[in-house]
């Protein structure tokens, strides 16, 4: 049972996220190559260094024509984890409070399965998901390695992973505001903001002295956030990351423990 349930709600959204994969490889594969053009550019550096918030928010750090700056303004640091909250948060506002709304979840929960198992079971089938989507880019990044990029492998595959690990973060978060409310409008608003919020905090802390303390709270911060992609991602990263992941997927099976399903 466990696994025709994670299967069915992965298979129920494979347009989604094949569009998803597909999406962000062309672009992947699109600013890897473009990469050569601009490796010299000293004027994109100046432009950048001309407007440190602007490249703060860009998740520029250092030098744009650097293999860290570049892949960290065009793809780690913004656009990959965009999309990849996209297909989290979206997923963790519909398999509870979406099924809900829309009278499927109530058939589900009278089946001879734990609501907790029903809980672990939609956690894995998003981890499924996000993992397809990190496992793309760190492909077509490593491909772009032959497009100059100077970049270990194994930096690539630990700050991916860590994209992942925060995108199942913030939609597991979402999961419980769904389970919590049994709405799945809340429960976008809510898991976007918080994103939203933990990105300007981590993006601004460079610049802005008075926000700095607070980018320790920031999971962008802790997977993106503090140049993993030249140094790598540390244990300690990856703890905080994990541990957060638990406890908002501990959290969701308590609250929908006690979800009056519809």
Same mark, same amino acid.
């Given at each position: 049972?466990?696994?025709?349930?994670?299967?069915?709600?992965?298979?129920?959204?494979?347009?989604?996220?094949?569009?998803?994969?597909?999406?962000?490889?062309?672009?992947?594969?699109?600013?890897?190559?473009?990469?050569?053009?601009?490796?010299?550019?000293?004027?994109?550096?100046?432009? +950048? $260094? !001309?407007? /440190?918030? =602007?490249?703060? *928010?860009? %998740? #520029?750090?250092?030098?744009?024509?650097?293999?860290?700056?570049?892949?960290?303004?065009?793809?780690?640091?913004?656009?990959?984890?965009?999309?990849?909250?996209?297909?989290?948060?979206?997923?963790?506002?519909?398999?509870?409070?979406?099924?809900?709304?829309?009278?499927?979840?109530?058939?589900?929960?009278?089946?001879?399965?734990?609501?907790?198992?029903?809980?672990?079971?939609?956690?894995?089938?998003?981890?499924?998901?996000?993992?397809?989507?990190?496992?793309?880019?760190?492909?077509?990044?490593?491909?772009?390695?032959?497009?100059?990029?100077?970049?270990?492998?194994?930096? +690539? $595959? !630990?700050? /991916?992973? =860590?994209?992942? *690990?925060? %995108? #199942?973060?913030?939609?597991?978060?979402?999961?419980?505001?769904?389970?919590?409310?049994?709405?799945?409008?809340?429960?976008?608003?809510?898991?976007?903001?918080?994103?939203?919020?933990?990105?300007?905090?981590?993006?601004?802390?460079?610049?802005?002295?008075?926000?700095?303390?607070?980018?320790?709270?920031?999971?962008?911060?802790?997977?993106?956030?503090?140049?993993?992609?030249?140094?790598?991602?540390?244990?300690?990263?990856?703890?905080?990351?994990?541990?957060?992941?638990?406890?908002?997927?501990?959290?969701?099976?308590?609250?929908?423990?006690?979800?009056?399903?519809?």
């Amino acid at each position: 049972m466990r696994t025709d349930i994670t299967w069915l709600d992965v298979s129920n959204r494979r347009r989604s996220l094949t569009g998803y994969c597909v999406g962000m490889a062309v672009y992947a594969l699109i600013v890897v190559a473009m990469y050569p053009a601009f490796k010299t550019s000293a004027s994109l550096d100046k432009l +950048i $260094a !001309s407007d /440190s918030t =602007a490249a703060a *928010l860009l %998740g #520029v750090t250092g030098r744009i024509s650097s293999t860290g700056g570049w892949l960290n303004g065009n793809i780690y640091a913004n656009f990959f984890p965009l999309v990849m909250l996209l297909l989290t948060i979206g997923y963790g506002a519909a398999c509870l409070a979406g099924q809900d709304e829309d009278g499927t979840l109530g058939p589900l929960a009278v089946l001879p399965v734990r609501r907790a198992a029903i809980v672990a079971q939609k956690a894995a089938a998003m981890a499924a998901q996000a993992a397809l989507l990190a496992v793309t880019v760190a492909v077509l990044v490593i491909i772009g390695r032959s497009f100059q990029l100077t970049i270990t492998v194994a930096n +690539i $595959a !630990s700050v /991916s992973a =860590a994209v992942f *690990l925060m %995108g #199942v973060d913030f939609g597991l978060v979402t999961m419980t505001v769904g389970a919590l409310t049994g709405r799945r409008g809340t429960a976008v608003g809510a898991g976007t903001a918080l994103a939203a919020a933990s990105y300007l905090v981590s993006s601004l802390a460079p610049v802005a002295s008075w926000i700095r303390p607070a980018r320790y709270a920031s999971l962008f911060y802790w997977s993106v956030g503090n140049s993993q992609i030249n140094l790598g991602v540390s244990v300690g990263d990856y703890a905080v990351l994990t541990i957060t992941g638990l406890c908002a997927l501990a959290a969701a099976m308590l609250a929908f423990r006690k979800l009056d399903i519809h």
